[in-house]
């Protein structure tokens, strides 16, 4: 597992407040892969991680969301925890950024309560995901086959419920991120 991801440029997208856990042990596996992760964000400098039910580190920011774009990442990861999430949801730049990588096919996971953003992105419809079990009612209401499984893929769109299931989370992500582009024919309802 140490060159599937060689030459492979991810972005991982938080805001304060993300579940640390859900974006360290992902992007070791993915560094471990090969690939390159840039954590992004609305924050200038630093972002602050949440560790269960206190503030956790401070990672340093390696692009700034206000410049960053789609075409220059392969990949997208979205960590959950609640507020970051939240917080994501509602920047436009964010879910602009979001969405652009689903309508460009590019593979994106998201764990916990990361599926927030991709509701507001509004790429959810059709697709079947998971999450952790609160965001059930939301990913239905927008569309999606919501099911409680440890990890789901649908078409390059991997999903998983809680830090428990990031050693599968880490397996599928590096495999889908492996594949690339995923085309999605769309059906007469999107």
Known sequence: ????????????????????????EPKQALEGAGAHVDIVSP?????????????????????????ATA??????????GVMNP????????AVAL?????????????????????IDAGVVRGRTLTSWPSLATDLRNAGANWVDEECVNDNGLVTARKPADIPAFNRKMIEEFAEGIHRREKSATQ
């Open 1 to 24: 597992m140490a060159s599937e991801l060689r030459g492979k440029r991810i972005a991982a997208l938080v805001d304060d407040g993300f579940e640390q856990v859900e974006l360290t």
């Open 43 to 67: 924050q200038p400098q630093k972002v602050k991680g949440w560790q269960h039910t206190k503030w956790g580190d401070e990672f340093s920011v390696d692009q700034r969301l206000d410049s």
């Open 71 to 80: 075409g220059e990442y392969d990949a997208l990861l979205l960590p959950g």
């Open 86 to 93: 939240d917080r994501l949801r509602t920047n436009p730049k």
């Open 98 to 118: 979001v969405k652009a990588f689903a309508d460009a096919g590019k593979p994106i996971a998201a764990i916990c309560h990361g599926p927030w953003t991709l």
